[in-house]
């Protein structure tokens, strides 16, 4: 097997403009030429967040943002309700009682999307919750929450609705502003295509009031010093020059697709694999699918550790397995980045011959013809 | 004018097979092929810091690692006291109040560095002070302090020593090991020759210990996590793959030189800054000026802003000018990062040039012939 194939949920595959800008010579943050990308970028983050408000960006990885969001508005001693659906739903709420909030948290299914029922039951029954945590996508178990309903429940709430969109935003539908998030993340690693080193973050009116006075200590993601220095035209700290010069790139290329379309170009890519995982008799582990990511369960008395290891070593794709209680049990295959129907294509290829070399029942030429068939006709 | 030339004190310019390295295929940060890489990396990173310790990794700004290296060593209440001697020392101690620290301001008159007798005299007058803030070159003035003897003073107290080395380590001569230092912070696009995005940090046993309990509520800056993580061959968090390929090639080309004739080749550029200038009657700023930049005072009466726009946008060259009480009145010139003989004659001809369209009595091409001369005759 030839050329190696990334379809992991982030970080993702580059498009080749971005990896040639990637490679430019160095130029300051502090001068006219980086100050017009600068803007470019800070004005187009609103098209991707879908929001009026101002996007942040702070030289982190997705933690990073995570834990910006919660500096940002929690004060100490502050109930928390927790939507805790996988890793990263425990992570979150681990990071809030790292900086001191009580943390109920709401236990979910892995693979389930939680019931916007029991959120709204939480919120009645304890009207002193002042934040509530939710992964648009739990890359863990490639679930997409209802953040639609969610939003709705949650604006009638006294509560800020924080949204980890970090497998999510500008993978798929989240329009900030019309869903009542509060607090929106993203990383830049996911679906904005880059490499790992830069979270986004958007505040709504209602959480960026609050965020003024809130007592968590912050300095290196105090956003109000970077409003301040935005406003100026800079960032706080240093900027990560390529990674922003980067973004322009990306930004400028989605806003010319327009969003509707680049969405729909990820939802054929979860589409097809769907459909093919369907023809190769691989179950999806989610009852609630991510169009960013989608997670297969591999045939029982497989060794999914081993699997995955055989199908980067001997056929040069990297996808991820799963994690925790997940380990060994699931694939978990990504839909964001620079993806060619040759990469969708090959990738079930090889899948399906590694597969067979485990001893699975099934025919890989076959495989191959479906999938590039499915492709063709299945056009965006 | 053509080619631009990038001599600040960070971002600095790129070395080609930096550039080269930033623009290959993602790879993902689970897999053999990054785990090699991040094992070298972690080992040899010890040789640059001069430690036996680890030297840990953020995806941060050096400001990131400025927060790190209090919110892993401080209780909120402690007693700090803070060398002030220009913005960056200023950064840190409202850092260390931001996170509950009570702090005692050293302040130096801005160019020069702290008497290390005084540093004494407040540890003694003050035996709770827990923390010594100091830069080891404080990059607002292009200053360097006398860290080996603060060192030895505070080794004997009850406080630690952190030292912000964004603009040292790696430039010039800091063993931290050696020098009784507790804490030392580098940052990516300073002497270590990469974009921003990772701040690298590393703690004493004694730093150590103490930070295992410290009270400073902590989470994506927690170096319990990321020590038990690299222990496993992996970073907590997303690892910033291109910056982390790119180190593992800066560091071993690091070695390969020696960090002695590395040092040799900084000190050289700035000795050759400070020569040049004396023959353009300029004056040096500092009273203790850094290997890894230099401050020269602009001619009175010489519009400093104008200045630096100007030879910017008229001859391509990007230096600093002065900020906050130096705005204006100094241009900053940075000896780190890839720097060829011709860029730092052509940096001292366009400077010339500059000068003269300012109204300066000087002869640009005479400049250009003396640097040329001076850096034949001065080999490393």
Known sequence: MSNPILLAPGPVQLHPEVQKILSQPMIHHRTPEFDQILARVLKNLKY?????????????????????????????????????????????????EVFGAKVQRLN???????????????????????????????????TSHDIRTLGKIISKSNALFLVDGI????????????????????????????????SLIAFSEKAWKISETAKTPRYYFDLRKELKSNKNGETFVSSPVPLIRAL???????????????????????????????????????SSPSDSVTALVLPAGLNGV?????????????????????????????????????HMVETMHRLALCLKDFGVSIDPEKIKVKSSDWLKANQV
């Open 248 to 286: 322009d790139y990306v930004l400028t290329r989605i806003q010319e697709i327009t969003l509707e379309k680049h969405f729909k170009q990820l939802r054929r890519r979860a589409d097809f694999t769907r459909e093919i995982a369907h023809e190769m008799n691989l179950k999806l582990f989610s």
């Open 108 to 142: 979910v299914e892995w693979g389930k999307s939680v019931d916007p029922q029991e959120v709204e039951k939480a919120l009645k029954q304890n009207s002193e919750i002042r934040l509530v945590l939710c992964q648009a996508c739990e890359t863990s178990t490639a």
């Open 48 to 96: 991707l967040f879908q929001t009026k408000n101002h996007v942040f960006m702070h030289t982190s990885t997705g933690s990073g943002g995570m834990e910006s969001a919660l500096v940002n508005t929690l004060n100490p001693g502050d109930q928390v309700l927790a939507i805790v659906s996988g890793k990263f739903g425990e992570r979150w709420a681990e990071m809030a």
């Open 167 to 198: 497998t999510a935003t500008g993978a798929y539908d989240i329009p900030m502003d019309e869903w009542h998030i509060d607090v929106l993340i993203a990383g830049s690693q996911k679906a904005v295509m880059l490499p790992t080193g830069l």
């Open 306 to 342: 081993q699997f995955r290891e055989e199908l980067e070593k001997k056929y040069a794709v990297t996808v991820m397995g799963g994690q925790d209680q997940l380990k060994g049990k699931i694939i978990r295959i990504g839909h964001m980045g620079y993806i060619l129907d040759d």
